[in-house]
């Protein structure tokens, strides 16, 4: 077992608990103790938790791309530097309380029950797949699709989508300069969509046309778009995180798979 000290910073407190330590829960670690603060950049959440060493890098990856999530940082305990940071800025580390007990927050406790996690596991193994064919990438994401349980199949997809666009951004994109999110919109997200599929821009709007994960009367696979779009534009625009909106899909019958993309 691994013990991982753990900091998020988020630009609010309301939820930030529960939401992230079912996140730990879901990868098989638990909760040990933590701290909630806040303060005029938002609210600080520490944590360390211990769990199994195989699952230490998923993880950090769903805390550091998780939409709540807008600075990261995570140590073995003991360790003086982070090993997984936001690339954007350095933030300073939290202290944990000496006490033995848990510092008292206002959250609700932490339960597992509710979110729906991805497959973890099996979109690591695709992972190399999408990157040894990109962008040829859409029979991998059907086999991706076929091979996870209905349940987590639309997390595992966005999951999928946040891992393939933050390898794009850092392979194409990464030594350019920090954007607005409509200069990274127009110079990197579309460029990099119409690499995947027929696309048209409308500001912030995003339509996919035709997309081959969304036939009509067929399942949902938009969540990769939107993944792939968070996970490709939140570094060109650090500080800030990016989110994507889905607000139409052709697989419900309308003409085509709708994005509105902010942060």
Same mark, same amino acid.
């Given at each position: 077992? =691994?013990?991982?000290?753990?900091?998020?910073?988020?630009?609010?407190?309301?939820?930030?608990?529960?939401?992230?330590?079912?996140? =730990?829960?879901?990868?098989?670690?638990?909760?040990?103790?933590?701290?909630?603060? +806040?303060?005029?950049?938002?609210?600080?959440? &520490?944590?360390?938790?211990?769990? *199994?060493?195989? +699952?230490?890098?998923?993880?950090?990856?769903?805390?550091?791309?998780?939409?709540?999530?807008?600075?990261?940082?995570?140590?073995?305990?003991?360790?003086?530097?982070?090993? &997984? @940071?936001?690339? @954007?800025?350095?933030?300073?580390?939290?202290?944990?309380?000496?006490?033995?007990?848990?510092?008292?927050?206002?959250? *609700? *406790? =932490?339960? *597992?029950?509710?979110?729906?996690?991805?497959?973890?596991?099996?979109?690591?193994?695709?992972?190399?797949?999408?990157?040894?064919?990109?962008?040829?990438?859409?029979?991998?994401?059907?086999?991706?699709?076929?091979?996870?349980?209905?349940?987590?199949?639309?997390?595992?997809?966005?999951?999928?989508?946040?891992?393939?666009?933050?390898?794009?951004?850092?392979?194409?994109?990464?030594?350019?300069?920090?954007?607005?999110?409509?200069?990274?919109?127009?110079?990197?997200?579309?460029?990099?969509?119409?690499?995947?599929?027929?696309?048209?821009?409308?500001?912030?709007?995003?339509?996919?046309?035709?997309?081959?994960?969304? &036939?009509?009367?067929?399942?949902?696979?938009?969540?990769?778009?939107?993944?792939?779009?968070?996970?490709?534009?939140?570094?060109?625009?650090?500080?800030?995180?990016?989110? =994507?909106?889905?607000?139409?899909?052709?697989?419900?019958?309308?003409?085509?798979?709708?994005?509105?993309?902010?942060?």
């Amino acid at each position: 077992m =691994v013990e991982l000290e753990i900091q998020v910073l988020s630009d609010r407190r309301e939820g930030l608990l529960t939401e992230l330590g079912c996140v =730990v829960v879901a990868n098989s670690f638990s909760l040990i103790r933590q701290r909630l603060t +806040q303060d005029n950049r938002g609210a600080w959440l &520490a944590m360390i938790v211990r769990g *199994p060493p195989e +699952q230490r890098l998923a993880l950090e990856e769903m805390l550091g791309t998780h939409s709540r999530v807008l600075s990261f940082e995570a140590a073995l305990s003991g360790e003086t530097t982070a090993i &997984a @940071a936001s690339p @954007a800025k350095t933030v300073s580390p939290i202290a944990f309380a000496p006490s033995p007990e848990p510092a008292p927050v206002s959250e *609700p *406790p =932490v339960v *597992p029950s509710t979110a729906v996690m991805p497959d973890v596991a099996r979109v690591e193994h695709i992972l190399p797949k999408l990157a040894q064919d990109y962008p040829q990438i859409y029979p991998w994401l059907v086999a991706l699709e076929n091979s996870v349980d209905d349940a987590v199949r639309e997390a595992s997809l966005m999951l999928a989508g946040r891992r393939t666009g933050a390898w794009v951004y850092k392979r194409d994109y990464a030594l350019g300069a920090k954007l607005s999110l409509a200069d990274a919109i127009k110079r990197i997200g579309v460029p990099a969509l119409r690499l995947l599929a027929d696309i048209e821009q409308h500001g912030v709007h995003v339509h996919i046309l035709n997309s081959p994960l969304c &036939a009509p009367g067929v399942r949902s696979g938009c969540r990769f778009y939107g993944g792939y779009v968070e996970g490709l534009l939140s570094g060109s625009v650090a500080p800030k995180k990016v989110f =994507v909106r889905h607000l139409s899909c052709r697989s419900t019958g309308a003409a085509h798979c709708s994005l509105e993309i902010s942060h």
